[in-house]
T-cell receptor
Framework: GQSLEQPSEVTAVEGAIVQINCTYQTSGFYGLSWYQQHDGGAPTFLSYNALDGLEETGRFSSFLSRSDSYGYLLLQELQMKDSASYFCAVNGAAGNKLTFGGGTRVLVKP | EAQVTQNPRYLITVTGKKLTVTCSQNMNHEYMSWYRQDPGLGLRQIYYSMNVEVTDKGDVPEGYKVSRKEKRNFPLILESPSPNQTSLYFC????????????FGEGSRLTVL
């Protein structure tokens, strides 16, 4: 089976940097995805790491270490609109069969 | 516009009354899936389908059925709903390959009394 651990909540101020860690245990591994979900909305895709290293997409970056079964999402230059829940998800089998973590609620304060 | 459409968006029903939540995608995606979301538990997969007439159980399939007769549609059926199926349901789809990217519908909030 699969299990993922991520912090439940993080609070930071505008302009700060936040790192959301995700550790996973999985019987199969193709990659680690990150999703953002605003209250009342649907999850939206942010990034995907299949190989070790850092992927940068604007203010957001995602990192993966397969040997450590660990990844993180880095949110830089935080803005109020970044207040949302963030989920890591393991792609554990061919065909994007994703298993999600419990989510990290990020609260950005002025 | 590329999208995944779910209906109904909101539903209040009573225990035992069969209901179907429809899901349709217009992106010609092979893979479709249903998730339920409950506070603190993230998104848990109910069923998924790799293609037409190919479905398989996810992590929490009990009390649910699905079918995939057409590529674009993947309905979720609750034959005899119970209060523990009160939840927010999301349908998702994606194409072939391992991109890690799912396209989600807007969600269906179901309350079973």
């Amino acid at each position: 089976g699969q299990s993922l651990e991520q912090p439940s909540e993080v609070t930071a101020v505008e302009g700060a940097i936040v790192q959301i860690n995700c550790t996973y245990q999985t019987s199969g591994f193709y990659g680690l995805s990150w999703y953002q979900q605003h209250d009342g909305g649907a999850p939206t895709f942010l990034s995907y790491n299949a190989l070790d290293g850092l992927e940068e997409t604007g203010r957001f970056s995602s990192f993966l270490s397969r040997s450590d079964s660990y990844g993180y999402l880095l949110l830089q230059e935080l803005q109020m609109k970044d207040s949302a829940s963030y989920f890591c998800a393991v792609n554990g089998a061919a065909g994007n069969k994703l298993t999600f973590g419990g989510g990290t609620r990020v609260l950005v304060k002025p | 516009e590329a999208q995944v459409t779910q209906n109904p968006r909101y539903l209040i029903t009573v225990t035992g009354k069969k209901l179907t939540v429809t899901c349709s995608q217009n992106m010609n995606h092979e893979y479709m899936s249903w998730y339920r979301q409950d506070p603190g538990l993230g998104l848990r997969q109910i069923y998924y389908s790799m293609n037409v007439e190919v479905t398989d159980k996810g992590d929490v399939p009990e009390g649910y059925k699905v079918s995939r007769k057409e590529k674009r549609n993947f309905p979720l059926i609750l034959e005899s709903p119970s209060p523990n199926q009160t939840s927010l349901y999301f349908c998702a789809s994606t194409g072939q390959g391992n991109s890690g990217e799912l396209f989600f519908g807007e969600g269906s909030r179901l309350t079973v009394l």
